[in-house]
């Protein structure tokens, strides 16, 4: 993923790969990532503050950006991969700072090491006066030297290791040859070059819908589609996403799901989340707790019946929900942050314009899949949200990280605190 940011005047520009079905390696990329933007928001200004994913919304690109983050894989063998995060600091004098570290990452256990924690504590005094070359014997306390970073093990068993020697300077390489690196190595080290060794590489399988997305990170909107599916406009709309790499919620109702079956396993098949609207679209608020249950249970019949799963969501009809509603419904309740109000102007001229108008990071947007005049927008809609710099993602991923409770009501991702 990539990501351009104007914070405090400052361009940050971000680049970063996940390993999907890895949560422990994602969430230490995600953490560096935050850290190090919310280290440069406190730079910039006295107040201090964090950073928010509105600030690379239409962040245009400069030739010299001040800040450049990157967290990359380097290597990669049998079930072990090894990243490096670097920053790269551009200050207003000129000067240049760097910062490096690697970790590793194994793909089957999702344990994450940092390099150094492959190294013997006793063999990092040698590695500093191969580094430094200063002999180990005069060198200053161990304690005084900070341990190194940056270490990348070569499948031949030899140590590089990267050192940054501060402003304007640039980093240097150290290479220890595998006849001396070996035995630097602690148990967990020689595992570690044992996969590195092997010539394939073990990465987990992961659906679009369960791809991480950190939305806390880069700017995110969930296109969240009422009513379907359509046999003809339904399949029309995934075409769309599709060609947009976007993806997107359908709250289905049951009566829909039980008469269009095929369309609605397409769309899960297609990654998109799917969500109970209801069997026959009725105002919730004027049953008995009984009569929505009932609706409930049959719209998630029809929906299990036709893609093999229940939806873990639910959005009432019409956004009516009181107590009652909530209690009885059993799933959290998704209404909306963004109403198009495409089923009322039937115009895409003036339905798009308002979505982007009113559209914020986090938001939840309310359309309708049954209406060929909502297909008829979505091209212009989506490429439009995406040029503003929006990942347009479906609502778990929208809200991942953060627990979605039976009963309670959500319309947009909540702000990092």
């Known amino acids: 993923m990539s990501l351009t940011a104007v914070v405090g005047g400052r361009q940050v520009r971000a680049s970063w790969t996940y390993l ?3 949560p422990g390696l994602n969430s230490h990329v995600d953490a560096w990532l935050l850290a190090t933007l919310d280290k440069a928001v406190a730079a910039a200004s006295p107040y201090g ?7 690379a919304l239409n ?14 894989p380097v290597l990669a063998g049998g079930t072990v991969v090894l990243f490096r995060e670097k920053a790269r600091d551009t200050g207003a004098d000129g000067k240049i700072t760097e910062s490096s570290e690697t970790f590793t990452v194994d793909t089957v256990s999702g344990e994450v090491r940092r390099a150094v924690e492959l190294l013997r504590p006793e063999a990092l005094d040698g590695i ?10 005069i060198a200053a306390p161990a304690a005084k030297q900070p341990a ?6 070569g499948p031949a068993g030899e140590l590089q290791v990267a050192t940054v020697q501060g402003p304007s300077r640039r980093a240097g390489i150290t290479t220890i040859p595998a006849s001396d690196a070996e035995a630097m190595l602690n148990d967990a080290g020689r595992k570690v070059l044992a996969q590195l060794r092997s010539p394939a590489v073990t990465l987990p399988a992961t659906a679009p819908a369960l791809r991480h997305v950190n939305c806390d990170l880069v700017p995110c909107a969930a296109l969240t ?5 359509d046999a003809k406009t339904t399949p029309q709309l995934l075409t769309i996403l599709q060609d947009q790499n976007a993806q997107a919620t359908f709250f289905m109702t049951g009566a829909n799901a039980a008469a269009h079956p095929a369309t609605a396993r397409q769309v899960a098949d297609a990654g998109h989340a799917i969500g109970n609207h209801t069997y026959s679209h009725p105002y919730l608020t004027k049953l008995t707790p009984a009569a929505v249950k009932s609706e409930m249970d049959r719209t998630d019949a029809a929906i299990r019946a036709a893609t093999g799963s229940s939806p873990p969501l639910m959005r009432p009809p019409y956004g009516a929900a009181d107590a009652m509603v909530q209690a009885a419904v059993g799933k959290p309740l998704i209404i909306w942050a963004v109403d198009s109000l495409d089923w009322q102007s039937k115009n895409p001229a003036l339905f798009v314009p308002k979505v982007l108008r009113e ?7 309310l359309m ?3 209406d060929p005049t909502t297909i008829a927008g979505q091209q212009e809609l989506v490429t439009s949200l995406q040029t503003q710099g929006y990942q347009l993602v479906t609502v778990p991923q929208l809200f991942e990280g953060t627990p979605l409770l039976p009963g309670h009501v959500y319309r947009s991702r909540p702000e990092r605190k």
């Not at 962040?59 to 967290?71: C, G, N, Y």
């Not at 589609?225 to 599916?229: H, K, R, S, T, W």
Request: no cysteine; hydrophobic share 35%; net charge negative.
């Open 20 to 22: 999907d079905g890895l």
């Open 368 to 370: 309708h899949d049954v």
């Open 148 to 153: 190194p970073t940056d270490v990348v093990l």
């Open 128 to 137: 500093r006066s191969r580094v430094s070359g200063v002999p180990a014997d």
């Open 359 to 365: 559209i914020t990071p986090g938001a939840v947007v």
């Open 225 to 229: 589609y009422d009513d379907g599916p």
């Open 59 to 72: 962040a245009s690109p400069s030739q010299v950006p001040s800040l450049t983050v990157t967290a990359e």
């Open 49 to 55: 503050g964090r950073y928010r994913p509105g600030m």
